[in-house]
């Protein structure tokens, strides 16, 4: 059997994961199991609960593509789907449509309940947030990069209505 | 000095060897430390540094734990105090970690702030009480990245949400022994629970030791999550007590008992492996008064500080397997003594 992560090399390691009494089987070569972190000392709260790649490397999510990336670690949707890495804090605010489905799977629910963070009033957090990123939109529109430009203008568009609703 | 929580017993200690509390934290707009330079990382260092400088009544010393020797961080990995992972950890990492030993925040590990907080026995409230008190001041300095729909945002989307999980580590020995545990792993799993032997999968664990902790961080709040955990195992100590007593009317288990401890007072090699077995059956003889000493105090240090990289720490020095194995069996002679 040929690995499920890569399809190139066979498979050696096989994990199972049982949550919300769904299960989920896997039969991973050497290098994709130690990629995914699985290993002698699986460690605690890693290891075989980050099958995230390999939640994300079915066919429907495969065609992701690269048009748009993080402004602040410029991965792409693409590069979160094969490294099944994601790359700052900022790439579920961006891709979070495309994520919303994985994170579901893994914890059968997508909205948080619990301790919310302390960090400043919300209204100056949003005001931080659109500042910059007009910085990166103007440094954006100086490298033609008009892809990200409308990204950008699409999110400072919907931070100030939220602003305003609010 | 003050005594370290592993070498203590705590409520419900007789089932319940310790409790941890784990959160994953992340500062905002910076990329996941597997991504960061050398560089970045040593700048998120200082900066969570001087957060916890800045935490009243609570002194958090810093470890470079890339300059110590690789005993003193097996030993850090033995006592819980740091993953695996950051004991291997390059450059631009580190751990803080209080005088008692009970709270730890390893610094760009697979997140860039994991705050620790361990308690002996049973004591999910009061572990996670103090580490919401110390992410709540290290949130006021740092910006914790944070997203009302997804919660506090993880390198790995199996901790958003809250980014706790919440563990206890078990002592199972009658359970094991009924084949019991293949049962619970099935039961706790519907019910958005894991459980496994302390160290790694698939193989029998040593001294019949399991961690329990949730699996679900998004959707359910941290009381929530604490009191299920909590409930779940309060119903297993019942279990597991039960068994117990009904071992310990058989004779069999009395003489098993009498012979565990017979051969941790006079063995002179004693692997890791073995001294942790007999450890196991002589803790829970002593916790149900078969056996009339040792106490459970002494047998629970010992279970900690038998561990090889403990053992190498303490004795300040490298030693190869097989020395260890003597040195192992002449501090488990000194521990227990002589049988009346």
Redesign the interface.
């Known amino acids: 059997m040929m690995c499920e992560r890569c399809g190139k090399r066979p498979a050696t390691t096989y994990v199972k994961r049982t949550i919300n009494g769904q299960t989920t089987e896997w039969h991973l070569c050497a290098e994709c199991a130690a990629a995914e972190g699985v290993g002698l000392f699986g460690g605690f709260g890693f290891g075989v609960g980050d099958l995230f790649g390999g939640f994300l490397t079915q066919p429907a999510l495969r065609s992701a593509g690269d048009a748009v990336r993080c402004a602040t670690c410029g991965k792409s949707f693409r590069d979160i789907a094969e490294s099944g890495q994601v790359g700052c804090p900022d790439c579920y605010t961006t891709f979070y449509e495309q994520l919303r489905p994985s994170v579901q799977r893994i914890h059968g629910k997508t909205v948080h309940a619990g301790k919310t963070a302390l960090t400043g009033t919300k209204e100056s957090r949003i005001k931080e947030e659109i500042e910059k990123l007009k910085k990166e939109l103007q440094e954006a529109i100086e490298r033609q990069d008009y892809e990200t430009c409308a990204v950008l203008r699409d999110k400072i568009k919907e931070l100030e209505d939220g602003r305003h609703d609010g | 000095m003050m005594d370290k929580w592993y070498r203590t017993v705590g409520k419900h200690g007789d089932v319940v060897m310790s409790t941890?509390i784990?959160l994953?934290r992340?500062l905002?707009?910076?990329?996941?430390p597997?991504?960061l330079s050398k560089e970045q990382r040593q700048e998120i260092v200082e900066a969570v540094k001087d957060a916890a400088a800045a935490i009243s009544g609570l002194p958090l010393h810093f470890v470079d734990v890339a300059t110590l020797p690789e005993r003193e961080r097996l030993a850090l990995v033995e006592r819980?105090l740091i993953?695996?992972?950051l004991a291997n950890a390059p450059e631009g990492s580190g751990l803080l970690l209080s005088e008692d030993e009970r709270v730890s925040v390893m610094i760009n590990e697979?997140d860039h702030v994991r705050i620790q907080v361990m308690s002996a026995g049973l004591d999910l409230e009061g572990a996670y009480a103090l580490a919401?008190q110390v992410?709540?001041a290290l949130?006021?300095k740092?910006?914790?990245?944070?997203?009302?729909?997804?919660?506090?945002?993880t390198?790995?989307?199996?901790?958003?949400?809250?980014g706790?999980?919440a563990?206890l580590m078990l002592h199972l020995p009658a359970l094991e022994e009924q084949g019991a545990i293949q049962t619970l792993e099935?039961t706790v799993?519907?019910l958005?629970l894991t459980i496994r032997g302390s160290?790694?999968?698939g193989t029998r664990p040593h001294g019949a030791l399991y961690?329990m902790?949730n699996?679900?961080?998004?959707?359910?709040?941290?009381?929530?999550a604490i009191e299920n955990l909590n409930g779940i195992a309060v119903q297993i100590m019942k279990q597991e007590i039960s068994m117990r007593q009904r071992l310990f009317t058989q004779p069999e288990f009395e003489d098993h008992a009498w012979r565990s401890l017979g051969v941790l007072q006079t063995a002179r090699i004693l692997t890791y492996e073995e001294a942790l077995r007999f450890l196991s059956t002589v803790r829970i003889a002593a916790a149900g008064g078969v056996l009339p000493s040792p106490t459970i105090e002494t047998v629970t240090a010992l279970m900690s500080d038998i561990q090889p990289g403990c053992l190498m720490t303490a004795a300040g020095e490298d030693m190869p397997p097989q020395i260890r194995d003597r040195r192992r069996a002449a501090m488990v002679r000194a521990a227990l003594g002589r049988a009346e």
């Open positions: 941890r784990r994953a992340n905002e707009h910076r990329p996941f597997r991504f819980h993953s695996f992972e697979e919401d992410d709540s949130g006021e740092l910006h914790f990245a944070y997203d009302e729909r997804l919660g506090f945002l390198a790995c989307p199996t901790n958003l949400g809250t706790m999980r563990s099935n799993s519907k958005g160290y790694g999968e961690q902790s699996q679900v961080t998004l959707g359910i709040s941290e009381k929530a």
